[in-house]
């Protein structure tokens, strides 16, 4: 059976909504990416050169990144001779395959989060304005509440006009406590608050906003490690996580905001925002592969739960899909 053919079974007997989601928040890198790999496994008789050529420009075209495309192509041809085949439709299985290797490289647990049993997890969000963060910070809320987790915000962002009211906002609605203080009060101060307050309360989550931008990147980078340092002198093994928040939408210059924030502090995953909104959903691999940080969550729609924890095998579904479908239409034709 092919590993089209597995993934399918596997994730369409899954009872979660999850698959679905990233089926549908990948439709235009879909419709993009999958649809020139099928014209191009159409056109070619043979895996030659040429072929390897025109893979590496869709590749690239989807914001894979250099790179990790080079490592691909790489692995396929390697595939290609130990199969023994010359026939391109093949190839489209062996990408499939290839993506979730390269994405998991051996550790399908990459992108879990790492939350503390009976005891407060501290989670960090950082990212440059306009990404979406406080967005995020409120998705997230909601999806650990509707777990049945006690949850809490600190307003950690107080240098940009609206931030603290904005994150009120998604506490009302949501229906979780937001601490803070007055716009452009110390930020340490406020995490400080709000890790005593949230221990005090007992709470299971705590998710903390923080500023994206200072003057330049000594003072953010300052201002991130003193918040930190506020945060680990109350829980020592605190933050938990930190996540950076990034709109897949900007493609490359996602991974360069990726690198600058890795440079400054220690992020431990990624949440790509509005994937639904790009052609390019390749970015994704380039991130976990070239920066070697896991992508935690995706977002895959504007609604309040189409914020989804990031599964890799769920991802290459979602941008192979309509291949499944005429692949089993072939199949059946060949049957009669």
Not at 70 to 90: F, G
Not at 111 to 121: A, I, R, V
Not at 149 to 167: E, H, N, P, S, Y
Request: charge should be negative; aromatic fraction near 6%.
């Amino acid at each position: 059976m092919s590993f089209f053919k597995k993934l399918k079974e596997k994730l369409t007997t899954s009872t979660d909504q999850a698959t679905e989601k990233f089926r549908s928040g990948l439709t235009k890198t879909r419709d993009n990416f999958s649809s020139k790999v099928n014209d191009l496994v159409a056109r070619y008789r043979k895996i030659d050169e040429d072929f390897f050529e025109e893979l590496e420009e869709i590749l690239i075209g989807a914001d894979v990144g250099f790179d990790t495309v080079m490592d691909l192509i790489e692995q396929l041809k390697i595939e290609v001779k130990r199969r023994n085949t010359q026939d391109p439709a093949v190839v489209r299985d062996i990408i499939t395959e290839k993506l979730v290797e390269i994405y998991e490289g051996g550790d399908s647990s990459s992108s879990e989060m790492n939350m503390q049993n009976g005891q407060l997890t501290v989670i960090l969000f950082v990212g440059v304005n306009g990404v979406g963060k406080t967005t995020t910070i409120g998705k997230l809320a909601h999806q650990f509440k509707s777990e049945g987790k006690k949850v809490m915000l600190a307003a950690g962002d107080t240098f940009r006009a609206g931030a603290i009211d904005q994150l009120e906002v998604w506490g009302d609605r949501v229906g979780v406590e937001v601490i803070k203080q007055g716009e452009g009060s110390d930020p340490a101060a406020v995490m400080y608050d709000a890790v005593r307050a949230a221990k005090s309360r007992k709470a299971d989550v705590l998710l903390c906003d923080t500023a994206g931008r200072l003057q330049n990147k000594v003072n953010l980078m300052n201002e991130l490690q003193k918040v930190k340092r506020v945060i680990e002198r109350e829980i020592p093994d605190a933050p938990h996580e930190v996540l950076l928040v990034l709109d897949a939408t900007t493609g490359q210059n996602a991974m360069v905001q990726a690198k600058t924030f890795k440079e400054l502090t220690d992020v431990s995953g990624i949440v790509l925002t509005k994937l639904d909104g790009t052609a390019k959903g390749g970015i994704v691999l380039a991130i976990r592969k070239e920066l070697e940080i896991p992508v935690k969550f995706v977002g895959l729609g504007e609604k309040v739960d189409d914020l989804q924890a990031f599964d890799a095998e769920k991802y290459v579904y979602g941008l192979f899909s309509n291949m499944f479908e005429e692949n089993e239409e072939s199949d059946e034709t060949e049957e009669k």
